[in-house]
């Protein structure tokens, strides 16, 4: 380790892992260290730095540490951010990894395993998720990577977290290109949202409406629509100084969300459009049609 405290020529990966209870921490932990990673769990967050240097001192034994912090932490976890900061001025750079659920999903999640919330205390469930939620505002806003694990199952989550830390040596930036449907919601975890109601829907074209934005006939209807193809141009343009800017600032995975009404037909036909364009040695694209079979 150097005089100043900080990490040595080859520093170790430092992960911190929060979010909701019940939106998928521990599944997301599992993962991270199926795919090698350190991973310690409800480690308050003054303990982060000591744990960094000794994975510094393990001499390559330990080259990605994973932390979990929670409430469960209670009284430490307002010392988060102090933490961080001190992290970063040693010389770390942590990834703050940010699982998050709606409230109707948590709900039924804690309601399916018969478990009160941590926070609830003699109220309802809802309270216990409201008070969490007012308490983790802020970290979730400043986190790198936020993870919508509301219409996913495990497999679906773990999944998704794979790709967020699987590859090494490869593309900078990986960047989930994501279609939805606005009836279903807006993607929680979604860093840019387009809306494609602008084109024409191919649901009233009875020959497409059975089809997806997948099939040649939409997506060459949709793409064939004015001004269609010039919206792709622009996204792609766009792009280039926020993916140089998302690359200077460090962030590894970016969520790129277009939508329309039901997510079947321009949403899809736009998405996969987008995915093939913005594809480079840099950035790694995810195609994920979030709403397609919904119906």
């Known amino acids: 380790m150097s005089d100043t405290g900080g990490p040595a020529n080859a520093p170790t990966d430092v992960v911190v892992l929060t ?5 998928g921490r521990s599944t997301a932990a599992n993962v991270l260290e199926d795919l090698g990673w350190y991973v310690v769990d409800n480690l308050p967050p003054q303990m982060i730095l000591p744990m960094a240097e000794l994975a510094e001192h393990s001499r390559g034994g330990v080259s990605q540490l994973a932390v979990v912090v929670d409430v469960r932490s ?12 001190t992290l970063r001025s040693r010389g ?3 990834n703050v990894v940010f699982v998050d659920a709606t409230d109707e999903a948590l709900v039924r999640r804690f309601e399916s395993v018969r478990r009160p919330h941590p926070l609830q205390g003699h109220g309802r469930l809802l309270d216990g998720i409201t008070r969490e939620r007012t308490l983790l505002g802020d970290l979730r806003s400043e986190a790198d ?3 919508d694990t509301s219409g996913l199952n495990v497999h679906q989550l773990s999944a998704k977290v794979s790709q967020v830390f699987a590859t090494e040596g490869g593309p900078r930036l ?8 606005f009836k279903y919601g807006i993607p929680l975890d979604a860093d840019l949202v387009f809306d494609m ?15 997806t934005g997948k099939d040649a006939p939409v997506a060459d209807y949709v793409m064939s629509q004015p001004g269609a193809k010039e919206f792709v141009d622009r996204v792609v343009d766009l792009m280039d100084p926020v993916v140089g800017g998302y690359l200077r600032e460090g962030r590894r995975y970016v969520t790129l969300a277009v ?9 899809v036909a736009v998405a996969e459009a987008l995915a093939a364009r913005l594809s480079s040695d840099e950035v790694a694209t995810i195609l994920v049609h979030r709403d397609l079979g919904r119906e």
């Open 145 to 147: 990577i936020l993870i």
């Open 19 to 23: 979010g909701m209870s019940g939106a």
């Open 197 to 211: 109601r602008f084109l024409p829907n191919p649901f009233w074209v009875p020959e497409l409406r059975s089809q």
């Open 259 to 267: 939508g329309c009404t039901g997510g079947k037909h321009r949403s």
């Open 92 to 94: 770390w750079k942590p």
């Open 74 to 85: 209670r009284t430490f976890f307002t010392a988060l951010r102090e933490a961080l900061q």
């Open 174 to 181: 990986r960047l989930a290109v994501m279609s939805f449907g």
